[in-house]
C-alpha cells in the first residue's frame, strides 16, 4: 500500500519511471536532479536542487501563483485533481501518489 511508503520512495519511484525505469541503484539527488533538468533545460551546474524544483513545479503548474516552496507544492496538488493540505510533506506525498 503506497500509503505506508516513506516520501523519498514515493519521489524515487515517481523519478524512476518518468526517467524511463532508470536504476533504483543511483543515488536519490542524482536521479531528481536528472529528471528535474531534463523538464526545465539547461541550468547552472551549482543551482541548488530545491531552486530546480522551484522551476519543475512552475511549470507543471502553468499558471501558478504561489511564491513559496508549500505554496507550489499546494498548487501541485490542486493541479493534479487533489485536494491539497496545509503541511507541505503531505501536499508532496500526496502529488507523489497521484501524478501520473
Known amino acids: 500500500m503506497s500509503s ?20 533504483q541503484i543511483r543515488p536519490f539527488n542524482d536521479l531528481k536532479r536528472e529528471y528535474l533538468i531534463s523538464q526545465i533545460g539547461a541550468v547552472s551546474p551549482s543551482e541548488s536542487t530545491v531552486s530546480l524544483e522551484k522551476k519543475w513545479l512552475r511549470d507543471l503548474i502553468g499558471g501558478a501563483t504561489g511564491t513559496t516552496e508549500a505554496e507550489l507544492w499546494a498548487e501541485a496538488v490542486i493541479a493534479e485533481g487533489g485536494e491539497a493540505t496545509k503541511f ?11 501524478a501520473s
Do not use: D, H, P
Request: proline share 0%.
Open 88 to 98: 507541505i510533506n503531505q501536499n508532496k506525498r500526496i502529488f507523489f501518489e497521484i
Open 4 to 23: 505506508q511508503k516513506q516520501l523519498t520512495q514515493l519521489e524515487r519511484e515517481y523519478f524512476v519511471r518518468k526517467l524511463g525505469g532508470a536504476t
